[in-house]
């Protein structure tokens, strides 16, 4: 059965870094863009990073700009986000989702439905 695997969520005190992990099983992420979204509670999934397939290109939302970086590394079947200088409003359960068609950085990308594929979540608290 295919599905993709998070880990890597935790608390840490504003400013301090986590390092996401997403690992498909079932299947291979060398085609697949792979999206990164969070979840605040009473808020809308909203799309934080993307990483294309084909080339690496990334795609940041402007407010994580210059703080996350999305990688991967397909001989582990694996992505990683980089969170560094989280701040509170970064708190949220964050999920990495997987399709084969989607172009980081568009309308479609941005919208959760678009995407084919979901990991189940893991969850990140920045707090004193």
């Known amino acids: 059965q295919a599905q993709l695997v998070e880990s890597g969520g935790g608390l840490v005190q504003p400013g301090g870094s986590l390092t996401l992990s997403c690992t498909s099983s079932?299947?291979?992420?060398?085609?697949?863009?792979i999206g990164w979204f969070r979840q605040a509670p009473g808020k809308e999934r909203e799309e934080v990073s993307c990483?294309?397939?084909?080339?690496?290109?990334?795609y940041y939302t402007d407010s994580v700009k210059g703080r996350f970086t999305a990688s991967r590394d397909n001989a582990k079947n694996t992505a990683y986000l980089q969170m560094n200088s989280l701040k509170p409003e970064d708190t949220a359960v964050y999920y990495c989702?997987?399709?084969?068609?989607?172009?980081?950085?568009?309308?479609?990308?941005?919208?959760?439905?678009?995407?084919?594929?979901w990991g189940q979540g893991t969850q990140v608290t920045a707090s004193s």
């Open positions: 990483i294309d397939a084909s080339d690496g290109s990334t």
């Open positions: 079932g299947f291979t992420l060398d085609d697949f863009t």
């Open positions: 989702a997987a399709d084969m068609f989607i172009d980081c950085g568009t309308e479609v990308s941005a919208m959760a439905a678009s995407w084919d594929s």
